[in-house]
């Protein structure tokens, strides 16, 4: 099956500057990639997503890259804000299959 | 537009009793997957249901837990006789179309199950 790592479990960045979440994935027949957020207490989230026909994707101060080759993918934050602390998760997840593989995790705080 | 609806938000249970959780999918949303969290770790798929059928249960320990989807009502993730390894968040799921055609999951709060 597959097998989602990634890297770091914790990230601290002070207000302002980037922070870069970065995940692998085992199965080469995975094709979505989204990214969660979840804050204390809540849910996860569904911040931005990728799909293995593109490689990249932005959506304000959130992009995301894919590598198929190499088979890892990114999270990037700029101009890092208070509220974006919170634990980020990447999953991955191939046609047809009824499920997402979640990676362990990161623990953002960022630094007012 | 409501979203993902769970209850309850907390449950304690002493070992050996049942815990039910129950979870309200978004309207207009017929697939449901539940989805448990330990401490400091990922989530990890149990089940997928549509109305009245049970999908994939891959996910799911082969005793003591069962999950249903009925005709009315919520969906409901049933665990009989707890034992203290089940303490954990149980996170519900649902989405519009088949997982095959978008992926994109929208998620609950979650009923965390704290076992005496």
């Known amino acids: 099956g597959e097998n989602v790592e990634q890297h770091p479990s914790t990230l601290s960045v002070q207000e302002g500057d980037s922070a870069v979440i970065k995940c692998t994935y085992s199965d080469s027949a995975s094709n979505y990639f989204p990214w969660y957020k979840q804050e204390l207490g809540k849910g996860p989230q569904l911040i931005i997503d990728i799909r293995s026909n593109v490689g990249e994707k932005k959506d304000q101060r959130i992009a995301v890259t894919l590598n198929k080759t190499a088979k890892h993918f990114s999270l990037h934050i700029t101009e890092t804000q208070p509220e974006d602390s919170a634990v980020y998760f990447c999953a991955a997840k191939r046609t047809g299959a009824n499920n997402l593989f979640f990676g362990t995790g990161t623990r953002l705080t960022v630094i007012p | 537009n409501a979203g993902v609806m769970q209850n309850p938000r907390h449950l304690v249970r002493r070992r050996g009793q049942e815990a039910r959780l129950r979870c309200s999918p978004m309207?207009?949303?017929?697939?449901v997957y539940w989805y448990r969290q330990l401490p400091e770790e990922g989530l990890k798929f149990m089940v997928y249901?549509?109305?009245?059928?049970?999908?994939?249960e891959s996910g799911m320990p082969k005793e003591r837990f069962s999950a249903e989807f009925p005709k009315e009502g919520p969906s409901i993730l049933r665990i009989q006789q707890v034992v203290r390894g089940d303490s954990a968040a149980y996170f519900c799921a649902s989405s519009a179309e088949a997982p095959g055609r978008t992926g994109e999951l929208f998620f609950g709060e979650g009923s965390r199950l704290t076992v005496l």
């Open positions: 249901l549509q109305k009245e059928n049970i999908i994939d």
């Open positions: 309207k207009g949303h017929s697939h």
